[in-house]
């Protein structure tokens, strides 16, 4: 993201969420997949993909808000740009 390709942002996220998801085991959350879920969704709208940026942003903040304190600043951003969809 920070080097303004969002393109390649995508596709680090993409690899970082089957990384999280597949350390996440049984469990029906993961901080972990939250924030890439996160970098996806990001990444995504960047991309002009509104509609995928807005299940992952959906996704970000199903994970986090089961797994960080409410006023953690992943699962503010998640919940704003959900908002902003």
């Known amino acids: 993201m920070a080097a303004k390709?969002?393109?390649?942002?995508?596709?680090?996220?993409r690899r970082g969420l089957?990384?999280?998801?597949?350390?996440?085991?049984?469990?029906p959350h993961s901080d972990q997949t939250g924030l890439a879920w996160l970098m996806l969704g990001?990444?995504?709208?960047?991309?002009?993909?509104?509609?995928?940026?807005?299940?992952a942003f959906d996704a970000a903040v199903a994970h986090?808000?089961?797994?960080?304190?409410?006023d953690h600043p992943a699962l503010l951003q998640a919940r704003q740009l959900l908002g902003t969809q």
């Open 64 to 70: 986090l808000s089961n797994t960080v304190d409410l």
């Open 5 to 13: 390709n969002a393109a390649e942002a995508a596709q680090h996220a």
């Open 42 to 55: 990001r990444a995504l709208q960047d991309l002009g993909d509104r509609a995928q940026a807005h299940k």
């Open 18 to 27: 089957q990384w999280a998801t597949s350390r996440q085991g049984d469990l």
